[in-house]
């Protein structure tokens, strides 16, 4: 007999189907099509144990995974907004809040207020997880936009000033890994995928 | 500077890219298209977090995550082969393990070892963590069946006492899964959805 627990539990998992559905801006990496908010979760959760070394000292990689498997799925109702898409920005938070109320809610209350935490702690970026996790979200689109010679750059003509800001958030996270996405974003400039100033 | 360890670990981030450009048989809930093996891994490691209490008592789920975010990347090299593709089986073990060598290889020396480890530790379903995995992994692909009318066992004329035997798999690895999962297929049954008998 299924009990309304359970049912809940399967209402969420088949919702969180629909981020399957949500296009990011970022190519994927053979530049075939834009990819889904599903495929970047995955991908930043798997990288999350390839670059743990990177976290700082006593990071707890499997609270890093949870956060990275659930930080989107707010964009189910409230949709991907571009990084540097300075009006989106604007309603972001308020948007994703509600999105936040009615996806977690899906869920019995104990599951709820455990997985809205997890989200909110994310987005609060103050715990060593979050920031860890942050710079791993941060980290991912710019080494598929170097793999297609700076696609969502050049089309939103974004330049190399405001990624080296963005990359101060992946310094905070992982220093190792700042570092080596600076230079891969130099190399960019040189290589004319993005403009080198504002 | 960037070392060459770090040079290997990316190299592997960036060939992981490739699992989004394989498509399963299962479709998207809204039937729209196949999902990919990156969107399926993604969607089996959130489940682990809303059915972690349905997993035997000690079962570590931060293990049982990891496992399902890597347990299909040897398909990038192997292929998705069908669960219902008897000929398919037969060399499918010989490939994947191909592949575990050339993918894990990519990373240092002892990440290789403990991700081959831990997909070694998948494919032969004996700890807990491996066989409740294997649950979520066969059940998923229920789930979007029986949302889509059953679109893939019509598609390939599957018959239900096939998909009881892959639940008695969700039995093993948490048996309140299996039950509503058996409920489910029961009632795809009544539907038409697949055919009664084999």
Redesign the interface.
Known sequence: ??TDR?TR??A???E??????VARQTL???G?RR??D??H???I???A???AEYAPPGTD??RV??ML??HDVVEIDAGDTFIHDEAGALDKEARERQAANRLFGL?PDD?RDA?RALWAEFEAKATNEAIFADALDRM?PI??NF?TQGHTWRLHTVTADKVFRLIERIDRGAP??G??TR?LVEEAVRRGYLAGAG
Chains 1, 2 share one sequence.
């Open positions: 007999m299924t359970l539990q399967i969420f998992v088949l969180l189907d629909k981020l399957k559905t994927l990496v053979d075939s990819e889904t599903g495929e979760s995955w991908h959760a798997t990288m144990h390839v670059l990689i499997g995974t949870a498997l659930l869920l599951q997985f991912q080494l598929n793999a190792a890994l570092a080596y230079e």
